[in-house]
């Protein structure tokens, strides 16, 4: 396991855990962040910090203190070599 905060931008990885205050958990929790969901690191902002994570279909910006307290899995597999863009293509064809 590793630190949400440690995944490269265009890897993925599998939550297991989130080590943060019952307040914060339950903030991320409503928007996606569950145990067994594929969390994506989209993009950094210039300076390294904040990262854009894809996770349930959102894209939501966390900065490194709070993703470094998610634990995380690396994806293998299928899974792991699927692009952001394959799994949602609508989102391409917008960018155009």
């Known amino acids: 396991m590793s630190a949400l905060s440690e995944l490269n931008v265009g890897q993925r990885g599998i939550l297991e855990a989130l080590d943060l205050p019952e307040s914060v958990q339950n903030h991320l929790m409503h928007m996606g962040f569950v145990p067994g969901s594929c969390i994506c690191a989209l993009r950094r902002a210039p300076a390294g910090d904040p990262t854009v994570y894809s996770v349930d279909g959102m894209e939501i910006a966390l900065r490194r203190e709070t993703a ?6 690396t994806c293998t597999g299928a899974m792991a070599n699927s692009s952001y863009t394959e799994e949602l293509p609508e989102l391409t064809e917008a960018t155009r």
Do not use: D, L, S
């Open 68 to 73: 470094g307290a998610i634990r995380v899995r």
